[in-house]
């Protein structure tokens, strides 16, 4: 894929989760071409060092480094992020981008686990009941989506404050804004990324980070293709999304390329469109939430944050530094 340069990139290091292939691969392949350096976290160990080793290898160069990351956990997010300071001095652009879609559906799915009956079914559906079937399931996809997106962030926040600053963008989706009726549980998942993207008003005041969100469209990945290739009588969405117009991958890589770039965007939601790239545009809150009595009580509200957001990352920075 041919990337459109952005020089203002080079020599940056970006953090990346989820990347061994598929979308995270795609913005990796698009920062190296602009002479970044990367470091790429996921439980793919494989595919994940390949990857490395193929960029490091056209290089002639060590310009990028893998580590086996589960997201779920802070201990595998900060060995991450620590990796980047430690192979290249810094962070300076992260994507939140691990997720899964498996139990996406959970509205008439059973309340415990049953084994018994799982491997009384054929072969071919083992996976279809096994998605289905367990506390964990219900559990993970919160877990992968939403928990581990806002953990990384804030081991991205403590790197990024002592770096000076940064860009992160978290991988939210259409379902972040929109709902379709068979993903239930992926929407409440990427509706919870886009509410956290919106919470950090504050923070380039704060310490100069800026957080975005990147909400595609259907893109072909191998998500994409297993649901197409999905039981259409078991998942009738399958239908609908093998025939609707995908988003494209390069279009995905602008639009974290202008969010990464464009240091006026934050707390943007960006969709990415089958025609293109949209802003999302913030609800507007109600005027009952504050009359004109409170217009100085507000005025006065926002450096008091962003005064007590400094002294929070100060002790924060204080705390990582003695746990490390």
Not at 87 to 108: K, P, Q, R
Not at 217 to 236: C, G, M
Request: contains cysteine; negative net charge; proline residues 3%.
């Amino acid at each position: 894929m041919v990337t459109k340069l952005y020089p203002t990139l080079d020599g940056k290091v970006a953090v990346l989760t989820g990347a061994a292939r598929g979308i995270g691969k795609a913005v990796a392949d698009a920062l190296i071409e602009n002479n970044c350096k990367v470091v790429i976290g996921d439980i793919l160990e494989k595919e994940g060092q390949e990857v490395v080793d193929a960029y490091n290898e056209k290089a002639g160069s060590k310009v990028a480094a893998f580590i086996r990351t589960d997201v779920t956990k802070y201990s595998d997010n900060i060995a991450l992020f620590k990796l980047a300071e430690t192979e290249f001095g810094g962070v300076d652009i992260a994507l939140m981008n691990a997720g899964i879609a498996t139990g996406a559906d959970s509205m008439f799915t059973p309340l415990d686990g049953n084994l018994e009956l799982i491997l009384k079914k054929e072969m071919a559906q083992i996976i279809y009941h096994l998605s289905y079937n367990t506390d964990a399931t219900d559990d993970r996809i919160i877990d992968i989506n939403t928990t581990a997106v806002i953990k990384g962030t804030k081991v991205a926040l403590l790197h990024m404050a002592k770096r000076g600053g940064g860009s992160i963008v978290l991988m939210a989706s259409m379902a972040g804004l929109y709902c379709a009726p068979n993903l239930s549980s992926y929407n409440a998942s990427k509706h919870a990324v886009v509410g956290y993207t919106r919470s950090f008003q504050l923070m380039p005041s704060i310490c100069n980070v800026r957080v975005n969100a990147l909400c595609p469209f259907w893109i072909d990945t191998e998500l994409a293709a297993h649901i197409r290739n999905s039981d259409y009588e078991k998942a009738s969405h399958a239908k609908v999304i093998s025939r609707s117009r995908y988003a494209t991958m390069e279009c995905l890589v602008e639009g974290f390329m202008t969010l990464t770039t464009d240091e006026s965007r934050n707390t943007q939601t960006l969709k990415v469109l089958p025609d293109g790239l949209e802003i999302e545009p913030s609800s507007v809150a109600p005027d009952s939430f504050s009359g004109n009595a409170d217009r100085e009580t507000l005025a006065e509200f926002f450096p008091a944050a962003v005064a007590a957001g400094k002294r929070a990352l100060a002790e924060a920075l204080a705390r990582y530094e003695q746990q490390q």
